[in-house]
């Protein structure tokens, strides 16, 4: 059994759904669970329409929803040319619309937009691909199963940001989607949706089918997770920075959630956890490019001896803007035992998570992305301590696991930026990532400078294209 997840540009038209087509079909001996997303665009759309209901803007909602219909309609129309089959998608799309428009009246009737009515929104994007791709599927002559993901996702009640029941979900996908294969070829379902106990829509947060294809995939106990998005793989780094950013062939586990984590947007930050409690590989592939080899995440690597003891040590740079940083500062932290635990103790109280830490003697900066409750945190810090807050920052994240055993990886790459101001920096207690901090408007001109620094000379060809 394998996983194939393709994101939202793979599904984005008519030509990018035949390609997803033809890529299924040569796996159709692999039982595939295949994962997809909304068609790109979608998921920001209805965003966009259950925020216009709520301002009382109920036209230009309703207008979103009808080019929701029309994009799907279309698409339909192109792909499946069965009138039984098309008949049931439209019904399918008009069911989905008609939902739709009547959460706008409700939502622009009471004025408020709660994160549960935000995801019955949200959650609509992957329903409406799958009931197009489907039948599309049927079209090409597969024996394709449509199963709804909230079935088997169940979650608890953190609406936009659900946290998944894992033994659940195996339990379920046992008895729910493992017997389809006795009748079928292929199952179809969807990423990045969910339902609570009670059955309410929920959704695991933006960019999350990668994390649920890696959920599906461990509590199937897969040969494989396949991630099929619209670059060649994981690559050096992101290429809308550096165009020419080349392919890595294969990463550790911990490199690609380091990455991840650290905003490469190719991969959910959550997406590895699963897939190595269970040492599944994932494979990252271009829809567009599909015999191209892509990236292989995996526990062990097999590297050659020039690989070993090349002095390329860095394996991609990430970066992850908007970032906040917190000074804070306190003369009573000198000698004090429990003062980190009282700051941290306000992010934990706050629910916000703290990416980069560093401290001295009398200080400790750390850098969030949530805002959400930013003054309340000023507000409670502000007690005990003097605070500062700078908004606008980035990270920057250079991850490789030969860093450990390389001295001079930071005069490299300071050395190569050494006219930017550096607000924070970290080595994270794994020694595989190097972090720093700089003002957002820098970041192309950083990524840029240690790309070049890093990537620019012979490379050995078993990791990087
Ligand atoms: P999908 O819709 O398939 O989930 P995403 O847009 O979420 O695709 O992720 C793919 C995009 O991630 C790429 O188009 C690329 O712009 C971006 N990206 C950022 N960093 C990297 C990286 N290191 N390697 C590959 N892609 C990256
Ligand atoms: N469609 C969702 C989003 O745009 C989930 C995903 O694509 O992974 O966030
Ligand atoms: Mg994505």
Not at 385 to 409: N, P, W
């Amino acid at each position: 059994m394998i996983i194939i997840k393709f994101g939202g540009t793979s599904v984005q038209d008519v030509s990018s759904i035949r390609s997803v087509i033809n890529i299924i079909k040569t796996k159709l001996h692999k039982q595939p669970v295949v994962v997809v997303s909304a068609v790109a665009g979608v998921t920001n759309q209805l965003i966009e329409s259950a925020r216009c209901a709520v301002a009382g803007k109920k036209e230009e909602s309703i207008g979103i929803l009808n080019n929701l219909r029309n994009r799907h309609l279309e698409i339909a129309e192109d792909l499946i040319k069965d009138s039984g089959e098309l008949d049931n998608v439209n019904k399918a799309i008009d069911d989905i619309v008609t939902k739709l428009a009547n959460l706008v009246e409700g939502v622009s009737l009471i004025g408020e937009l709660t994160n549960r009515s935000l995801d019955m929104f949200a959650a609509q994007g992957e329903l409406l691909s799958s009931h197009v791709i489907a039948p599309a599927m049927k079209e090409a002559d597969m024996a394709v199963q449509w199963f709804d993901a909230r079935q088997v996702m169940v979650t608890d009640d953190q609406f936009a940001g659900a946290v998944p029941n894992i033994p659940l979900l195996a339990d379920k996908c046992r008895t729910l989607i493992r017997p389809l294969f006795n009748e079928c070829q292929v199952v179809l379902t969807q990423g990045f949706i969910g339902s609570t106990s009670s059955g309410v829509t929920t959704t695991l947060g933006r960019g999350g089918s990668d994390y649920s294809a890696a959920l599906l995939g461990a509590a199937m106990d897969a040969e494989d997770i396949e991630i099929w998005t619209d670059v060649d793989g994981v690559l050096t780094t992101d290429p809308r920075i550096v165009t020419h950013a080349r392919r890595v062939k294969q990463m550790s586990f911990r490199e690609a959630s380091e990455l991840a984590y650290f905003g490469a947007k190719v991969l959910h930050p959550a997406t590895i956890i699963p897939a190595v409690e269970k040492n599944i590989p994932v494979h990252v592939y271009n829809t567009k490019n599909p015999d191209f080899g892509g990236t292989l995440i995996a526990a062990t690597l097999h590297l050659s001896t020039e690989a070993q003891s090349s002095s390329c040590v860095i394996k991609s740079i990430a970066f992850k803007k908007d970032i906040t940083v917190f000074n804070i500062t306190s003369s009573r932290m000198l000698l004090a035992h429990g003062y980190l635990y009282s700051i941290f103790e306000i992010f934990k109280k706050h629910k916000t998570a703290v990416d980069v830490v560093s401290t001295t003697e009398v200080s400790v900066s750390l850098t969030i992305d949530n805002l959400e409750n930013l003054d309340s945190i000023v507000r409670d810090l502000s007690v005990f301590s003097q605070v500062q807050v700078e908004s606008r920052r980035a990270i920057v994240c250079l991850v490789g696991e030969q860093m450990r055993k390389t001295a001079g990886i930071a005069a490299r790459t300071f050395g190569a930026i050494r006219d930017i101001n550096i607000n924070m920096v970290s080595q994270g207690a794994s020694e595989i990532n190097l972090t720093f901090v700089i003002d957002e408007k820098d970041v192309d001109t950083v990524v840029k400078r240690l790309h070049d620094e890093f990537f620019s000379g012979p490379l050995p060809v078993d990791i990087f294209e």
